[in-house]
């Protein structure tokens, strides 16, 4: 038999057409799957599920760009089992969608799509050979950087549209503790965060993402809801807005932080689980730094939060000998 | 005799409960000096008397963060011998005190120092790993890191009050000369300069810490002295204004980059005092346009500018072969 | 003979004082030569002609510029045959020309200029010793981060005062598309494209770079002129304001993109042909982005989106086997 099933989605030999066409797919939606760092189809195939659920518009961008992310690598030859493992998918994935959430769709708008989602390719083979000196991954750094260079464009570029839904450049100033937090908030601002990985508002979608983090990795679906709490409790704790805690804000970045170091880089130990959970914890406190340091230039914190955080406590790692890579 | 004194401190051995409390103290207070690059319990001490001096709270947080972030790397099991010389100390000494500057005593604050001056030693083990491939220090990037972080955070997190010293978000603009320097200007702006190392704003505090320098190595204690006034001198010669120059804000960086540079890291000779001196002063630009950066979100310059400086200037000395490591 | 003529200039043995001038003459034209990345001093005689038609002060403010920096190498013993190729003047050229052009003239500004020029020594040492681990050039970051801290330092210096050129400091909002784009704005744009890599805003001095890098190297040449052409026809289709197009704003990092990866990085065939012409897109959007992001403080982007884009692509490149260096 040439095409099995595995536990992490289909495995194909040979070269005709439909096969090649069948492993593209799959590797596309390996490709879903990592930007919650899972290796995995059915994962993929659920993370794209939830999003048609909520919205037909954010599909089609996810498979648009992980698509063309993916074809961009293999078109300059990249190596063929990181492309496999839909190493050049996620960052695809995710520009197309940041795109169509903060600009009008349009024919400029999905040329834009293509165009960057083919650059966080080029972007991901830097990062993987700048960061390739520490040994730690670019996790969505590409997808950060290349969405904040379109977003700025916009400021100098007449025919490129926004949404509205980018924040209003201003000066960061103190807050006073707005609204009230109730069980409500904190339900609904669970199930958000996790489904806001993919700027997903909707608690049914995160629900749904969980269920394709758990068939693909049961700690990676625990550490998913815990990492969510967590940064929502960190936020409200700290005087948070509360329609920025219900909106899951606070959550998608400590979501993917907990997933990292408690579910797929560290063995677990004590050591690992407390590390993991003061980095978790620390991200949301990034998050609202980040949000606040680009407030001037009107742009969204993305996943950056996540991105540094996961850096620092991966490249601290091999001096702290009680943490041992999984 | 298992407790010895030596010129930088005690040497213990042994591992009764007070003898590892003795060391524990020891390694706080190199923490302490290695602030300004001396690993020695004396200096440490001596700045702690200066900084007593000046304020019993910022005393008492000086002693908290250096110790928290110390503890964290014995937990997190760091090399002994590099926790032993304090590198593990002084960005938590750092973090601690500016916080408690910046934002308004009371438990949610101290709970901060203390998660934040933790999180500092995580972000050093991190540098050193990053650094270790050209062979450059962290020096104070921890510090600087995490508390702007901190600082950011503020904007969105409504609980964390600030003092108001932060500086007001605005745009930065072109200034006329203020205010006429006049030899108390200097006097004080020179001592003043070595008390800002610690947030200190106290000319008396400056001159305890000079003591404590030359307790500890004397090319640093004149380095000290000579990087506040070349500071001072180029503010004043670029027409910064008087109180700034008054305050000491134009020397602390200097002074940290003196230090590293005419008392450290190079054997002295002729182009050695050159490059040294020429990185002071350029220290001096650096501050102003990192503070003029910063405006746009409020944020205070801290050291940054002595560890982009001396970075710079380590990272090229191996080119340029009249140079050579202390 | 102890003096010949080459193809990229004089070789000169022997070490009698005229030849020393004459040697130091030679090296310092090939600098101004490697601001478009050709080690070849007849490419930077000419480069100097086009900036004397267009102003004598700019002619006089590169060749300072560029003499001081290679001056410093030398002082500080930097490796020979690196100071002869150039590579210690172009960054001084550009930090000579850029403080000339936003600072007004006189004592202190003059004063700056040696001391950036110096620095500029400096910083690029430190970059060439940290992007040896990756195998790429500084390009011309020393040049863009030593201005961009002068620039800033303004806000707090009084006595240095700008000629009103820097951009005014405020928030990035997106904009109308403006004006009309005409036959004489693309011929216009096109050329003053190429002469904006030295800050002159003069189509003919284009013209006159461009017969530089013919001399020097064809494919550069060609790469410069449908470099500059290929940034006009983006930011055209994007919406730019005509005024910014019409001035070459669009076209100076995007002729180096072109130069650097169409003309001297890797060898030419189909791959590396679509590979920079995707590089050459991208600088023009990401010059629209980092124009936009130091709108707050200010800040030109010069030819940072140049150095950005560069970098990832030369990074990227070792892992599409199809790219082969040059």
Chains 1, 2, 3 share one sequence.
Do not use: H
Not at 182 to 201: H, M, R, Y
Not at 214 to 239: E, T
Not at 247 to 272: E, P, R
């Amino acid at each position: 038999m040439s095409i099995r099933m595995t536990s992490s989605g289909l495995a194909l030999e040979g070269r005709t057409a439909p096969k090649q066409a069948l492993e593209f797919l799959d590797t596309v939606l390996r490709g879903v799957g990592q930007v919650m760092l899972q290796n995995n189809s059915y994962a993929g195939l659920l993370f794209l599920v939830g999003i048609f659920y909520n919205s037909v518009l954010f599909g089609a961008a996810v498979l648009v760009g992980a698509g063309v992310s993916t074809a961009s690598a293999m078109l300059l030859a990249a190596d063929r089992s990181q492309v496999r493992d839909g190493l050049y998918g996620f960052n695809g994935a995710l520009v197309a969608v940041a795109l169509l959430y903060f600009l009008q769709p349009g024919p400029l708008t999905w040329t834009c799509v293509i165009f960057a989602a083919a650059g966080s390719s080029v972007l991901m083979a830097a990062m993987l050979n700048l960061l390739s000196v520490w040994k730690i991954p670019p996790l969505t750094a590409p997808f950060v950087f290349t969405s904040l260079g379109v977003f700025l464009a916009t400021a100098r570029f007449g025919r490129l549209e926004s949404t509205g839904l980018l924040p209003t450049a201003g000066l960061p100033s103190a807050i006073e503790v707005q609204g009230v937090v109730t069980t409500s908030t904190v339900i609904e601002g669970l199930f958000s965060g996790i489904a806001q990985v993919f700027f997903q508002a909707s608690a049914v979608t995160g629900a749904i993402f969980v269920l394709g983090l758990l068939v693909s990795s049961r700690p990676a679906g625990i550490a998913a809801v815990l990492g969510s709490l967590a940064g929502l409790l960190v936020a409200w704790g700290m005087g948070a807005a509360e329609p920025a805690i219900r909106s899951g804000a606070f959550g998608f970045n400590s979501v993917l932080t907990a997933i990292a170091l408690g579910g797929v880089f560290f063995a677990l130990n004590t050591t690992s689980l407390a590390y993991s959970a003061l980095a978790t914890v620390a991200t949301a406190v990034v998050f609202a730094a980040v949000s606040a340091g680009f407030e001037p230039l009107g742009l969204p914190a993305m996943t950056l939060p996540f991105v540094l955080v996961v850096w620092v406590f991966l490249l601290a790692a091999p001096l702290f000998p009680r943490l041992r890579p999984a």
